[in-house]
């Protein structure tokens, strides 16, 4: 009883005793919960990307002026997640996440309701800003859900709802604004959301983890604001501002460069740091997340350019792109619990090695594509694309965690979870700017071996034949040196994109053998 006292005078929450995993009903539908809000979260990332043109003709701002939609989310996501370690201990894992799901429900509604653009800004940023939680703690209360012998499995239904959403998304979104109106790509979060929120509240709230009173790291936190919000707002307008041509990016990339340094020093040595920077000290820890992280950004570059160069350039719908990408889920889906069964037995490292290797495989083939590419040939690296997915995501979480104590648990999952998408913004930017500087560059060299080409002036002569001026002979012309030209970038960068991950393949290896005690980890950490 004295123990007890000595807690509450100390503003911590004792610890549960030992809970046992879930069992029966209480196990699907914790898992369904999960799973629901973690892919309502994962595809509220990309389901506005095809609505801009939609909301910013509604709202009367111009197209480019309607990807702050996009952008104040993403800053503000990026800004909470690597929070959640540290709002776990201060509210709990099951209480965080549930506040989190609700007030995601909230502010969802208050997108589709805004009145102006700068309202629904503002209430993106919000979404964004609640949403930063509820991926690492979905992890975290999935793995309390399971037998410590399941983790693996547990990681792979988790993993599932991440591979599918972010396919998912345009597609949807796509449909939704062409056949009902874009306010419904937030409303559909509502029912979702409550019942994620209800279902796990019933479920888990017996099962919550100890809290402290912690001090509030405000230097850490405003800091944490600055870089990341300075370095998003960059990723995000360099393309269109011509990237350190433009002032405003510079200045951004100055700001960004000199609060994440002084970042660094200050939770370093901070004694109640708002992100714990020393999981980095774990070697398995740093090795994995930087894998996750240039991995996952590699696979999001070539999934936001291939969809990209299929509207613009092959005469692909938005639909159309979306089934070409669709695939992916089909082998993953039925993989990934396979995957999840067997990582406990096995080294992580081999899975996650065969994935980079198929992910190889998979950008050398594409990198042979060209414009009569047929549907056929579009889907089939796309459907070998679900191997690597279903082999990366558990093994590197194994590796990630192994060696941590289980009370870190949530802020190595927050923190990786922040590198992650962080790595996709980056990859995002350089992605589509070497894809249309590449391509300026094969259209200078195409046109310039077609100078003193026959054929040039023999399809002039044809379009002279067709009744066309030279003037819209040579527009003609100029289209299909385009297509040409973009078709050779995407392939430029689908081939580097493949020896980069050839190279990831090595960079595993220097991680350490071990990670098989993740299931003791892990579900201790959940509790």
Sequence with gaps: MSELNVEAASGRTPPPAALPPLVGMSVVLGTIALSLATFMNVLDTSIANVSIPAIAGDLGVSPDKGTWVITSFAVANAISMPLTGWLTRRMGQVRLFTASTILFVISSMLCGLAPTFSMLVLFRAVQGLVAGPMIP?????????????????????????????????????????????????????????????VVTWAIYRRRETPTAKLPIDKVGLGLLVIWVGSLQIMLDKGKDLDWFSSTFIVALAIIAAISFAVFIVWEV????????????????????????????????????????????????????????????????????????????????????????????????????????????????PTLIQGVAMATFFIPLLALAFSGLEPERIASASGVINFTRLTAASFATSITTTLWSRRAALHHAQLVWSLTANPQAQQFMAQAHARGLSTQQGAFLLNQLINAQAYMLSADDIFWVSGYLFVAMAFLIWLARPGARNLSVEVSAGAH
Excluded at 159 to 164: F, I, R, Y
Excluded at 175 to 194: A, K, L, M, Q, R
Excluded at 303 to 329: F, N, R
């Design 137 to 197: 703690l979905s992890q975290a209360l999935l793995l309390s859900s399971y037998p410590k012998s399941k983790a693996g499995a547990a990681l792979g239904v988790w993993s599932m709802t991440t591979l599918v959403a972010p396919v998912v998304g345009p597609v949807l979104g796509g449909w939704i604004t062409d056949n009902i109106s874009w306010p419904w790509i937030f409303y559909i979060n509502v029912p979702v959301g409550i019942v994620a929120a």
């Design 269 to 380: 040595t901070d004694k109640h740091p708002v992100v714990d920077l020393g999981l980095f000290r774990n070697r398995n820890f740093t090795v994995s997340s930087i894998a996750m992280s240039i991995g996952y950004g590699l696979f999001f570059g070539n999934v936001v350019l291939l969809p990209l160069w299929l509207q613009e350039y092959m005469g692909y719908t938005a639909t159309l792109a979306g089934w070409v990408l669709a695939p992916v889920g089909v082998l993953a889906i039925l993989l990934t619990p396979v995957v999840g069964r067997l990582v406990d037995r096995l080294d992580p490292r081999w899975f996650v090695t065969a994935s980079f290797l198929v992910f190889a495989l998979v950008m050398f083939m594409r990198s042979d594509f060209n414009t009569q590419a047929s549907f056929d040939t579009l889907l089939t």
